[in-house]
């Protein structure tokens, strides 16, 4: 029998956790997101 892997991805849980509202709710998600503005990512946040 197979076991479960670790990832088993969920849209919503990404969200909510490491989504754009997720870190501007914080400080330190601000600064994050202040950090990957000044490095020109393409994509900010989930």
Same mark, same amino acid.
């Given at each position: 029998? /197979? =076991? *479960? +892997? =670790?990832?088993?991805? !969920? *849209? !919503?849980?990404? #969200?909510? =956790?490491?989504?754009?509202? /997720? +870190? =501007? #709710?914080? /400080?330190?998600? !601000? *600064?994050?997101?202040? !950090? %990957? %503005? +000044?490095?020109?990512? #393409?994509?900010? #946040?989930?």
């Amino acid at each position: 029998m /197979a =076991t *479960k +892997r =670790t990832y088993q991805p !969920k *849209k !919503k849980k990404r #969200a909510t =956790t490491h989504g754009f509202l /997720a +870190r =501007t #709710a914080t /400080a330190s998600g !601000k *600064k994050i997101l202040q !950090k %990957r %503005r +000044r490095v020109g990512r #393409a994509s900010l #946040a989930v």
